[in-house]
């Protein structure tokens, strides 16, 4: 069972950056790709960005590319996600999540951490 606690979130002002972080415990984490889902207030979770379980592939919803980076640290069994030029329409919970293996596209997770609250003030 693997656990994934997030952190970084808060209120931005709009142009605004900042980095999401989440450190996953009780799995073999370099077997595992990672990603990070976020849904927005009345709207459908949207998977924004994942990565594989060794760094190699990256995948970014078209919405954010440019201003979304995803990167780990296996050694630190952690995911960081770095938003860039926030906006508002970039408030949303994000949610961190796990899979063992499996390419980065994919949108299928088994794991998901609680979900930080980024919110972007115009």
């Known amino acids: 069972q693997v656990q994934l606690v997030e952190s970084g979130g808060g209120l931005v002002q709009a142009g605004g950056s900042l980095r999401l972080s989440c450190a996953a415990s009780?799995?073999?984490?370099?077997?595992?790709?990672m990603g990070w889902v976020r849904q927005a207030p009345g709207k459908e979770r949207e998977y924004v960005a994942g990565i594989s379980w060794d760094g190699s592939s990256k995948y970014y919803a078209d919405s954010v590319k440019c201003r979304f980076t995803i990167s780990r640290d296996n050694a630190k069994n952690t995911v960081y996600l770095q938003i860039e030029t926030l906006k508002p329409e970039d408030t949303a919970v994000y949610y961190c999540?796990?899979?063992?293996?499996?390419?980065?596209?994919?949108?299928?997770?088994?794991?998901w951490g609680q979900g930080p609250q980024v919110t972007v003030s115009s």
């Open positions: 999540a796990a899979r063992l293996f499996g390419g980065a596209r994919s949108s299928d997770y088994d794991y």
């Open positions: 009780g799995g073999t984490f370099n077997t595992y790709r």
